[in-house]
């Protein structure tokens, strides 16, 4: 199973940015990195994904290192929104049977200080 | 486009009884996946659905199970409920197509059961 590794807890002052770390140190060739965040009592939300290339939307910003081993999730401005557990995770591009191996594990508990 | 609806919201059951979950996908999402989220263990892969099949299956025993409709909605069932089912249920829709995956995943809200 290809795991993913990140800090249990973040605080950041709200209107400044925000960096997630994520570690992926067996990620494999085809795998996406894939990020999501969770509200209390809802559904995790997907937030960006992306292979090799840094990716931008409007929610975020996914900055992957060159090794493909790590990744970082940049907040740009944190709103009190914002406050969540957000999970790295990776999903395999390939989607036969035993392919699926999808590890969310604990997350970051990013709390947003007014 | 509705997202993708669970029923129902909230469930109470008692140790030994079944219960069957629903998922309804975004219209046009073919994979419905699975998963169990409780405090201690965070986030579980159950199983994934793709066409009526079952493409991929995490590590619970038999007594979890599910299947797929022709229009894609999806449902679980548990048997035997144990206390600790206790847990949220949460299923996810997504629009990959056969042997690629490259699509968002994307959650309902979940069902939460609580067996007694």
């Known amino acids: 199973d290809a795991k993913t590794t990140q800090p249990n807890s973040m605080e950041s002052n709200e209107e400044e940015p925000v960096h997630l770390p994520c570690n992926h140190s067996t990620i494999s060739g085809t795998d996406y990195i894939h990020w999501y965040r969770q509200l209390p009592s809802q559904g995790p939300e997907y937030v960006i994904h992306g292979l090799t290339s840094n990716v931008n939307n409007r929610m975020a910003s996914l900055a992957i290192a060159e090794d493909r081993k790590s990744s970082t999730l940049i907040l740009h401005r944190a709103t009190l929104r914002d406050a969540a557990v957000y999970y790295c995770?990776?999903?395999?591009?390939?989607?036969?049977?035993?392919?699926?191996?999808?590890?969310f594990g604990k997350g970051t508990k990013l709390s947003v200080i007014p | 486009k509705a997202g993708v609806t669970q029923t129902p919201r909230y469930l109470i059951k008692t140790r030994g009884q079944q219960v069957t979950l629903s998922c309804s996908p975004i219209s046009g999402h073919r994979s419905v996946s699975w998963y169990q989220q409780t405090p201690g263990q965070g986030l579980q892969f159950l199983f994934e659905?793709?066409?009526?099949?079952?493409?991929n299956k995490g590590n619970f025993p038999g007594r979890f199970s599910g299947r797929q409709f022709s229009n894609s909605r999806s449902e679980m069932n548990v048997s035997t409920l144990e206390l600790g089912d206790s847990a949220l249920y949460l299923c996810?829709?997504?629009?990959?197509?056969?042997?690629?995956?490259?699509?968002?995943?994307?959650f309902g809200n979940g069902t939460r059961l609580t067996v007694t």
């Open positions: 659905y793709f066409s009526e099949t079952q493409r």
């Open positions: 996810a829709s997504s629009r990959d197509r056969e042997g690629k995956r490259n699509s968002p995943l994307h």
């Open positions: 995770i990776l999903l395999s591009s390939y989607s036969g049977a035993g392919s699926y191996q999808l590890t």
